[in-house]
């Protein structure tokens, strides 16, 4: 089973950007997909960009789109999620997780998650 740990987080202004990184460890990383979730304050946990197991199909939520960009090496065995013009919204804790179902909706759906990385867009 893969284990997923996020790095990256951090204080931004906005308009800044941050690229967080999911490093997996194990040896079903080409079989999962990943998908980043964002829990802002206050919210449920919500999925904001999706990835396929070979890099070829990507879903990203309409609130990201333009300013998000999700990849992956397998040769390192990282996602990244690089994120540009980012705003007050964007501050949460942002957390990677591995599914089979490319894009789930369900979070029972996840086998392994990331302990999360705090993401704060603040002056």
């Known amino acids: 089973q893969v284990q997923l740990v996020e790095s990256g987080g951090g204080l931004v202004q906005p308009g800044g950007s941050l690229e967080l990184s999911c490093v997996a460890s194990?040896?079903?990383?080409?079989?999962?997909?990943i998908t980043w979730f964002r829990q802002a304050p206050g919210k449920e946990r919500g999925g904001v960009v999706c990835?396929?197991?070979?890099?070829?199909?990507?879903s990203y939520a309409t609130s990201v789109k333009g300013r998000f960009t999700i990849s992956r090496d397998k040769s390192s065995n990282t996602v990244y999620l690089r994120m540009n013009n980012l705003k007050y919204e964007d501050t949460g804790i942002y957390s990677c997780?591995?599914?089979?179902?490319?894009?789930?909706?369900?979070?029972?759906?996840?086998?392994?998650w990331g302990q999360g990385t705090q993401v704060t867009v603040a002056e």
């Open positions: 997780a591995a599914t089979r179902k490319y894009c789930a909706g369900d979070q029972q759906d996840y086998e392994a």
């Open positions: 194990g040896d079903s990383f080409d079989s999962v997909h």
């Open positions: 990835i396929s197991r070979d890099g070829g199909q990507t």
